[in-house]
Each structure stands twice: as structure tokens, then as C-alpha cells.
């Protein structure tokens, strides 16, 4: 069955550095979600990416979609203690269900 | 709009009780989603409603059951708790017509404890 891989599972981040995180499918995905769980609270959706090659950017992330919809990735450059949380990616290959990653739990370092 | 609502945020069952939760979706939305999030295991899906009918169902026992109401209210049910149930359940909601490229709006979550 349709499989979405997460990687780092955990991210340890001097203040300032950047980072990225990569979710792989292994099959063809119609569009990629990001969410974002602050500790002690819930997913919060960031951004979808539909197209091929597609790239977004909000503020300090740049979000991607690989050119065979079936990698992305997130990459935050001078991270802020304010970016500590769990990325999840979430992708799905038809109608209704997101299948998510396992998510990178990011740890800032200040 | 009101977010996504969850009844009760918190709850202790014993093993072998059965227990019911409820989701009340953002206004408007007709679509709800409910997943298991554990340490170990991430967020695992569960099973999706859709105007009362059960569109999409994850690979969970059928002790996890769950239903739609007409205004769009979702429970879910879990028969016979085991100990492995604990874990925080979401609710997520989305408006959802014929993709499923709509963004999913999640509620806080019910952390259920089984002992």
C-alpha cells in the first residue's frame, strides 16, 4: 500500500542554522499537505503543493514538490526557537485520505 | 467561524470499557476525519466521514467504529478498550466537494488514557 516516509525523524537546530526535512511517497501523490504540532497542541495545516516541481515560500520556509510528485521537502534556514514543533507531511493518492508521514520533531538549541 | 471542537479533551477508561468521543466540524464543513496519534506511531488515519457515510477507513480494528450525524457531527467508538488505546484522537474537518485537495482543519485532540 501507498507509503509516506518521513526524514530526520528528529532535528536538533543551533538557533540561526537551517535545516530541511524530506517526505518520500512510494507512489505518485496528487498533492502534499505540511502541518505543523507545536508540543501540547495539534496539527496545524502550512501549505499544499499540487503541481510538478512546484515551490512555495512562507517567510523563512521553502516548501517543494518533486518534479514526480512523489518527494518533498521543507527547509527552513535561521531558525528561531519559535520553529520548534513536529513537521508532518501528508499525501495522498486519491480521493479523501491523507496518509501522513511520521513527522521530524524539530529541537532549537538557542 | 468556530474551529473544530472536541468532547472531552480528556478521559480515563479502564481496559475492557468502551468509550465514545465526539467532533463537532467548523460550520459548513461536511467532511470529518478522525486519526490516532501515539509516540510511537504517529498520526494513523481511522476512518472518514462524508454526509453520514463512511468514506475511507484505516487499518484499525473493528472496535474502533464511528458515525455522522445529519448537521455533520462525527463520533467515534471504541468497544472493549486495551491498554494500547491510550493515545490523543483527532478530529480534522475539511469542506471536501469531489477532492481531496482541501486543507484539514484539526481539533485539539481527546487524550484518552486506558489503564
Known amino acids: 500500500g501507498q507509503q509516506v516516509m518521513q526524514i530526520p525523524q528528529y532535528q536538533h537546530v543551533q538557533e540561526g542554522e537551517d535545516f530541511t526535512t524530506y517526505c518520500n511517497s512510494s507512489t505518485t501523490l496528487s498533492n502534499i499537505q505540511w502541518y505543523k504540532q507545536r508540543p501540547g497542541g495539534h496539527p496545524v495545516f502550512l501549505i499544499q503543493?499540487?503541481?510538478?516541481?512546484e515551490v512555495k515560500k512562507q517567510k523563512r520556509l521553502t516548501f517543494q514538490f518533486g518534479e514526480a510528485k512523489k518527494n518533498s521537502s521543507l527547509h527552513i534556514t535561521a531558525t528561531q526557537t519559535t520553529d520548534v514543533g513536529t513537521y508532518f507531511c501528508?499525501?495522498?493518492?486519491?480521493?479523501?485520505?491523507?496518509?501522513f508521514g511520521a513527522g521530524t520533531q524539530v529541537v532549537v538549541t538557542p | 467561524k468556530a474551529g473544530v471542537t472536541q468532547t472531552p479533551r480528556y478521559l480515563i477508561k479502564t481496559r475492557g470499557q468502551q468509550v465514545t468521543l465526539s467532533c463537532s466540524p467548523i460550520s459548513g464543513h461536511r467532511s470529518v476525519s478522525w486519526y490516532q496519534q501515539t509516540p510511537g506511531q504517529g498520526l494513523q488515519f481511522l476512518f472518514e466521514y462524508f454526509s453520514e457515510t463512511q468514506r475511507n477507513k484505516g487499518n484499525f480494528p473493528g472496535r474502533f467504529s464511528g458515525r455522522q450525524f445529519s448537521n455533520s457531527r462525527s463520533e467515534m467508538n471504541v468497544s472493549t478498550l486495551e491498554l494500547g488505546d491510550s493515545a490523543l484522537y483527532l478530529c480534522?474537518?475539511?469542506?471536501?466537494?469531489?477532492?481531496?485537495?482541501?486543507?484539514?482543519?484539526f481539533g485539539p485532540g481527546t487524550r484518552l488514557t486506558v489503564l
Open positions: 503543493l499540487v503541481k510538478s516541481g
Open positions: 480534522a474537518s475539511r469542506t471536501n466537494t469531489n477532492t481531496a485537495a482541501d486543507t484539514q482543519y
Open positions: 501528508a499525501g495522498t493518492t486519491g480521493w479523501g485520505k491523507l496518509q
